[in-house]
């Protein structure tokens, strides 16, 4: 008999798991199983050596020495730096949460619309033909998404059937949604990132398609490495992020990239805050060479496990004036009444909770 572990106690309530949650869940383990709610990393710590699953927001290393019969450690987050996944044993499958994107998308929608309708103006109501200047549409648009993984994907799977079209920068090259899936399912694993399909790429989007740009896509992501085409980045309304933390992104969106993006473009951010250099960021938005950002996440931001981190620091987190023009949200894009429903879902969908 199985014993599942439910330890999700969170400052914000949707990432905490009540009682529609966790019936959720008892429906989706198999019947006759066990199935614990804790409240307190005491409590947890006592229940540990009788679990069999664990779902959790953190997981210290040190706690695998008592977790005895442990098969399956997971956690809703996306991010890896709350759970000691390295130090896990071999028998033990480590699962982060890879369900976000359809709500994540929500969130970079509904920025998207109110940013074209003026929403965020903060001038004078009166007299009107100021405002209309800072108002336009979302159809005809062009969204660049640097991390076409499944926020990214699921992004422009939300902005496509509102007229945006969407190309979506990965390690290996830069995609739409057709292509991209078109050639996961066509093109042999060893030969897809290949220089000559990253040309004909490149070509088949009405792109740069000179051999120095299609040599740099197979690098690192990394804006100071990769040679994005000025072809691709004049069309860009919307410049946005969805990196993950640990694939060497710091600073992707650095001074040199910000240079060659148009006047007009928005930055929105929705992956992690080391991939943009707020500084040059700010300086752009300031100087007009930007028409503006929105910022879910940040270099410097505080947590629930360290509370004090980012407003008694350093960096945009922590400004208290910034341009009417850079909206800010404290990492909130995920936030969602069917956050934890979703997750069980997708623990039953991969078979980690039989």
Known sequence: MNTYLIWLEWPEKCF?????????????????????RVKSERAFLKALPSATHAVVWHFKKEWFARATKLKVLATPAAGRELVAWRDAPKSVK??????????????????????????????????RKVLSEHCGDLEGTTAVIAGFGRIGRAIATRLEPFGVECF?????????????HERRST?????KHSATLRLSA?????LDASPSVASTLGGRLRASALKLPNSLL?????????????????????????????????????????????????????????????????????TALNPKIGPRGKGLAAAKSVPWNLVRMPHACA????????????????GLLD
């Open 335 to 350: 936030f969602s009444s069917r956050y934890m429903k979703e997750c069980f879902k997708e623990l039953k969908s991969e």
């Open 94 to 127: 480590v699962h982060f949460g890879s369900f976000h994107g359809p709500i994540i998308s929500e969130t970079v929608l509904g920025f998207l619309l109110a940013w074209t309708r003026g929403f965020f103006w903060k001038g004078p109501m009166w007299p």
């Open 202 to 206: 490149l070509a088949s989007l009405g």
């Open 16 to 36: 905490r798991a009540n009682d529609g949650d966790l019936k959720l869940f008892r429906s989706l383990v198999p019947k006759g199983s066990r199935v614990v």
């Open 234 to 302: 004049r069309r860009a309304d919307w410049f946005i992020i969805a990196l993950p933390s640990d694939t060497k992104t710091d600073d992707f969106l650095d001074a040199q990239l910000i240079r060659r993006l148009p006047k007009k473009c928005v930055v929105v951010n929705v992956g992690r805050g080391n991939a943009v250099d707020e500084n040059a960021l700010l300086a752009a938005i300031r100087e007009g060479r930007l028409a503006g950002a929105y910022l879910d996440v940040f270099k410097y931001e505080p």
């Open 187 to 191: 093109t042999d694993i060893r030969q």
């Open 168 to 180: 979506g920068i990965t390690r290996h090259g830069i995609f739409t949604l057709k292509n991209f």
